[in-house]
């Protein structure tokens, strides 16, 4: 049977058959995370908050993976890929120290957390992740996660699995992958039936339980074409994307990359805006429960012209240009943004109400960072005389607040818009104008009658 691959030649992408995208091993090696507390994965949504995720001073933290420690259970075991990992506390020091194996080692501090060696379960190397650690009144706790992911390349795109339940073995039902080289920061997505690359589509099939191989097999049947990007400047954006029926996902940058995928409908099922001068996850990007799905079609090259012969001189007419290849579909995250937000007139005060939360065209939205707001009301201004231009609308800031960014309600009083003294009537607009990093300036609008 003959299996349909891409091939890429500059920008375009044509459509071969070729031999050499058969079932194939692909080998995995242990490569540790540079930034582990930049790291999001599906275990991470546990907290049961205003925010569906743990966020600390920039980073995100394992809620689900904690453990306590005191003077009566100065030691807690982690079962590991059926290896012991032990972690004891000494309270009067208020150090913790890791016994794995052949390696006993005590853990030093590192920013909010502590940082631990890499050591060996079986033949191969594993590392703990503590990005939040800290001690008081003799007692201790740490917040853990997989430090490491093995890494390996199909068809020239790096692709990594992730322990994200931090048991030691690698699984499809439990455990998450990512794709290209993504620097410190790290999204990885809930391992599908079918991984997407940027040149084929392949089944995933076994995966070995301690993560030194896994099996792929590619897809010989229709293909989409997805662009994923964003437009920021001066951040990374990084997001985990699905099928809505679970079969494809993938994870990675969104920095133009053009991936081949399944035909179907995606949906942005979390994600994040990376700041890599300070390090740091600057906001995070949840999906609203009424997001929109993305469809990616069939994607179909179109035929080369057939030559042609001139029917009066019998010679071959000039062959026409070939119709270029469909453009791949866009996945823009952070498109149209716009500040969403509720508002009433209460006590001769125009209350603003919350969440107040930056939202973008497919229906993320972007929490976690606290944002500074400005209220304004505007009516417009007829304009005078036939040949006049109109005048610029009638502006009045009537407040100024700050919303967490996170999921909360809240309410914000602003004054009653005046001018000269005089109460602005009629028909209006209320602006909110905010600030998001890397897309600049956001606001949001609704009309209002005063």
Not at 190 to 210: N, Q, S
């Amino acid at each position: 049977m003959r299996t349909t691959c891409w091939t890429h030649l500059g920008s375009l992408a044509v459509l071969a058959a070729s031999a050499v995208c058969s079932g194939q091993t692909v080998p995995l090696e242990f490569a540790p995370l540079e930034l582990p507390e930049a790291t999001l994965t599906q275990t991470d949504f546990a907290h049961d908050g205003t925010l569906p995720v743990l966020y600390y001073y920039g980073m995100v933290v394992p809620a689900k993976n904690r453990l306590n420690f005191s003077e009566k259970t100065p030691k807690q075991t982690l079962e590991l890929g059926g290896s012991k990992c032990t972690i004891a506390f000494d309270p009067k020091g208020r150090t913790f120290r890791l016994d794995a194996g052949k390696t006993d080692a005590a853990l030093k501090r590192r920013r909010h957390g502590l940082t631990a060696p890499a050591f060996r379960l079986g033949k191969l190397s594993y590392r703990l992740a503590m990005p939040r650690a800290f001690t008081y009144l003799g007692k201790g706790a740490i917040y853990y996660r997989s430090g490491g992911a093995q890494t390996g390349t199909v068809a020239g795109t790096n692709v990594a699995i992730y322990d994200a339940n931090v048991d030691g073995r690698y699984e499809a039902k439990h455990d998450a992958i990512r794709l290209g080289r993504c620097g410190a920061a790290n999204a990885f997505a809930p391992i599908g039936d079918f991984l997407a690359t940027t040149g084929t589509v392949y089944r995933i099939g076994k995966i070995a339980a301690d993560g030194s191989q896994m099996s792929l097999a590619a897809h010989d049947g229709d293909v989409g074409r997805m662009k994923l990007g964003a437009p920021v400047r001066g951040v990374a954006v990084h997001v985990a994307v699905a099928s809505t029926d679970g079969k494809v996902t993938f994870a990675g940058a969104a920095k133009g990359q053009t991936l081949t995928v399944l035909p179907g409908k995606y949906t942005l099922r979390y994600g994040f805006l990376f700041d890599p001068k300070s390090r740091e996850i600057v906001t995070l990007i949840i999906p609203d429960k009424k997001m929109g799905a993305v469809t990616v079609p069939k994607y179909v090259v179109p035929e080369p012209p057939k030559p042609k012969i001139d029917p009066k001189t019998k010679k071959p007419l000039p062959t026409p240009k070939p119709p270029p290849p469909p453009e791949p579909t866009a996945f823009t995250v952070g498109e149209g943004l716009s500040l969403q937000f509720a508002y009433a007139k209460k006590d001769d005060k125009i209350v603003v109400s919350g969440p107040v939360v930056a939202t973008g065209r497919l229906g993320e939205r972007y929490v976690g960072r606290k944002m500074s707001v400005r209220a304004y009301v505007l009516k417009e201004r007829p304009a005078e005389g036939k040949d006049k231009k109109k005048p610029k609308p009638i502006t009045v800031e009537i407040g100024r607040f700050t919303v967490g960014g996170d999921l909360k309600g809240g309410e914000h009083a602003c004054e009653m818009p005046k001018v000269k003294d005089k109460p602005l009537k009629g028909k209006c607009i209320l602006r909110l104008v905010g600030s998001l990093p890397g897309f600049g300036t956001v606001t949001g609008e609704k009309p209002i009658g005063l």
